[in-house]
């Protein structure tokens, strides 16, 4: 009688097969939900702006050229500016992950003097600010204005970002494990090198996508501390932009033009979007497959 109901029980809900083919449909449709806007950023950067604007583009390129791509790389401040997000993507994300690790570890052992006040020290920070005036103040008495590291230092840790580094170290890490490599004569330094940092792997990779995102398109803060020397590219492509605007406002007041200066500018929207965010889409990739784990894992509450 108990397998006859169980195998009613069975036939009643969804088979495993049915399961799957609906949950691909939907993972499918989600996907072309998030996916297609992007596609058409990269259709249109190929296309003639009016017939994206009259809706004649949808899969493929409608009167296809190269001209916004050839307006972007004319700029001579288009190589530096790469070369500039590169350094400072590269030299932000090693800061900030090391910034997390170096205050996440302590506050995640328990037997830390003052370890309830100290994490509530971090979390005051989270919803209390001075804002942009007082920081740039703070920035120049420290005489950072005009470094590179006017954008590291005034954010260095992201306490979000350090509560759930946190938590996987809580949660994740035998502690069993730790006692056993300090047992056999390892220092707590040592022990973070060589045990805490290899099992945490998954959440390295998951902080080192959030800075590198976040630096590499960060161009406010370069554009409030830098003075204009060391533009990184999302600076760059803002200045182009603004330069063709331009252009078109003063052709506007001619008589002739006007039209094709519009289209460039157009066409420049849509190429920059491309050109800024085809870095992050290659390396995203590489670090995908720790990406779900790593977050899943610190978020977990403890």
């Not at 003639?48 to 899969?59: C, E, H, I, S």
């Not at 050839?70 to 400072?88: E, Q, R």
């Not at 600010?129 to 740039?136: K, Q, S, V």
């Not at 497959?289 to 978020?299: C, H, I, L, R, T």
Request: hydrophobic share 50%; net charge positive; glycine share 8%.
């Amino acid at each position: 009688m108990a397998s006859a109901s169980a195998v009613k029980k069975k036939s009643a809900g969804l088979s495993d097969r049915t399961s799957d083919i609906i949950l691909v449909a939907i993972c499918t449709v989600v996907l072309l939900i998030v996916a297609y806007p992007l596609y058409y950023v990269l259709v249109a950067s190929f296309s003639d702006p009016y017939d994206v604007y009259a809706g004649k583009t949808f899969l493929l390129p409608s009167g296809f050229t190269f001209d916004g791509y050839k307006a972007v790389f004319a700029d001579p401040k288009i190589v530096s500016g790469f070369l500039n997000s590169v350094k400072y993507t590269v030299i932000g994300t090693i800061f900030s992950v090391v910034m997390l690790y170096i205050t996440a570890y302590p506050l995640a052992q328990k037997d830390l003097p003052g370890r309830k006040w100290i994490s509530l020290f971090f979390v005051i920070t989270m919803y209390f600010g001075g804002g942009l005036i007082p920081t740039y103040l703070v920035v120049k008495a420290t005489g950072l204005t005009g470094s590179m590291w006017s954008l590291f230092l005034p954010g260095g840790v992201g306490v979000g970002n350090m509560i759930i580094v946190r938590n996987y170290f809580q949660n994740s890490i035998p502690h069993d494990l730790v006692e056993a490599s300090e047992i056999d004569g390892c220092s707590k330094f040592r022990t973070f090198l060589s045990v805490v940092i290899p099992l945490s792997m998954p959440i390295l990779a998951v902080q080192a996508v959030f800075a590198m995102v976040a630096y590499w398109n960060d161009w406010f803060t370069a554009m409030i501390y830098l003075g204009g020397k060391g533009e990184p590219l999302p600076l760059v492509l803002r200045g182009i932009l603004i330069k063709s605007s331009a252009a078109t406002e003063q052709a506007s007041m001619i008589s002739g033009g006007y039209a094709e200066l519009n289209k460039q500018t157009e066409l420049i929207k849509f190429c920059s979007m491309i050109v800024a965010a085809v870095p992050m889409l290659i390396a995203y990739p590489y670090v995908q497959k720790y990406f779900e784990k790593g977050f899943m894992a610190g978020a977990v509450k403890g």
